[in-house]
Antibody, heavy 120, light 111 residues
């Protein structure tokens, strides 16, 4: 079955960058986009962006434009999300997710989430 | 502030029905039949519960149903059960420049 496995928790200082990985299995990686969504403690879901692994095309939320970079390594069926210039408000669980129906943006499955803590 | 507006809380007794609303604009909810709903239990990953306004993924009980009227989508949970107590988030396609918007979430309490 389709499965997404994410890298482990990170602790970063303000101003640093973080990269979270998301390894996909159970389907052909290039056939479906990968999205990134984050959730701050006690808060709601926030869409960050997506990538088309086949073409490398990306689309980012305006909120994160300039600070987020999503890439893939198709040989490893892995997507990466890098967030730079971290601040305390970036403390959140970061999820990768695949569309339930490729090409349309509702998500299932989701990765288990990666907690990123930004603290001095 | 979230792009889609949901009530922060909703509640009902076991066996009752509850409706959770999700209000957007003609640029998102009202403009496309691409509304989805997610259930999230504390500390857990969101789970797709409704997609394309009314459709249920396999494994989701038919107690969950979705609808839309104008710029407002709704999730109805019928025959409430204790395990339905969770946070629920709506989401909509909002055009190529901002493809995914979420609601702020609704905490459903089963009394």
């Amino acid at each position: 079955q389709v499965q997404l496995v994410q890298s482990g928790a990170e602790v970063k200082t303000p101003g640093a960058s973080v990269t979270v990985s998301c390894k996909a299995s159970g389907y052909r990686f290039t056939t479906c986009a990968i999205h990134w969504v984050r959730q701050a403690p006690g808060q709601g879901l926030e869409w960050m962006g997506w990538i088309n692994p086949a073409k490398g095309y990306t689309k980012y939320s305006q909120k994160f434009q300039g600070r987020v970079t999503i890439t893939t390594d198709t040989s490893a069926s892995t997507a990466y999300m890098e967030l730079s210039s971290l601040r305390s408000e970036d403390t959140a669980v970061y999820y990768c997710a695949r569309p339930y129906t490729c090409g349309i943006d509702w998500f299932d499955p989701w990765g288990p989430g990666t907690l990123v803590t930004v603290s001095s | 502030q979230s792009a889609l507006t949901q009530p922060p809380s909703a509640s009902g007794s076991p066996g009752q029905s509850v409706v959770i609303s999700c209000t957007g604009t003609s640029s998102d909810v009202g403009g496309y039949n691409y509304v989805s709903w997610y259930q999230q239990h504390p500390g857990k990953v969101p789970k797709l519960t409704i997609y394309e306004v009314t459709k249920r993924p396999s494994g989701v009980p038919d107690r969950f149903s979705g609808s839309k009227s104008g710029n407002t989508a709704s999730l109805t949970v019928s025959g409430l059960q204790p395990e339905d107590e969770a946070d629920y988030y709506c989401s909509s396609y909002a055009g190529d420049n901002n493809p995914v918007v979420f609601g702020g979430g609704t905490k459903l309490t089963v009394l």
